[in-house]
């Protein structure tokens, strides 16, 4: 199964469109969050119908620049993984949703607390004895997907759970100087970058393992 991660799209869906035209076979497209610019149901759906023209099958949370509205849409569309399950090739997916308070106050944004009962939730979703991953936007702390020009700015509640819990895979977005892939504690964390950039993330997962994990770039 062909996994494509992408992440900050803002709305951009020619840069989208781009990045999903790299892979010729794409099983799902994960949704990492800031699927708008501030935008509402009509921008998301406009996203979501892109994806969907390239997998069957589209997934996302929302990012910190997504309202309520966006949120709302996903939950009702069969998008959204915040606060569910899904199982795919032998590995429960469930997803995290908003980002730490910013610099500029954005509308979906939560406190470390917030993240630690959004982990607690996300955790009891999932099938138990199954191996489990993670899509997110907010990173973890102290790992290349969190570096920002101001240093290390992901959440120590996300960190902490990793290191607890163990997830197989953990994907994000949010830092957009933080594209890389990193591992804690064994979980494999990834942060593509944003769409406008052209980077995603391609996973090859097979019976509940992941076999490939890849930081591309569309040029």
Known sequence: MIIVGVADIHGDGAALEKVLNC????????????????????????????????????????????????????????????????????ISWTGIGGSLPCPGRTP?????????????????????????????????????CDRSFLGHVGSSALRRFIEKHRPVVFLCGHIHEGAGIDRVEGCIVANPGPVRRGGYIRLDVESGVVRA???KHCR
């Open 23 to 90: 892979e010729p076979a794409i099983d799902a497209v994960f949704l990492l969050g800031d699927i708008t610019n501030f935008g509402g149901q009509a921008d998301a759906e406009a996203i979501i119908e892109i994806a969907r023209r390239h997998a069957d099958t589209v997934l996302g949370v929302d990012g910190n620049c997504d309202p309520a509205e966006v949120g709302n849409f996903l939950e009702r569309g069969g998008v959204n993984l915040r606060g569910r399950a899904l199982a795919m090739e032998g």
């Open 213 to 215: 994990i890849e930081l």
């Open 108 to 144: 979906n944004e939560t406190d470390e607390e917030g993240f630690a009962s959004m982990c607690e939730l996300a955790l009891s979703r999932t099938q138990p004895g199954m191996p489990f991953a993670i899509a997110a936007h907010q990173p973890p702390l102290d790992t290349a």
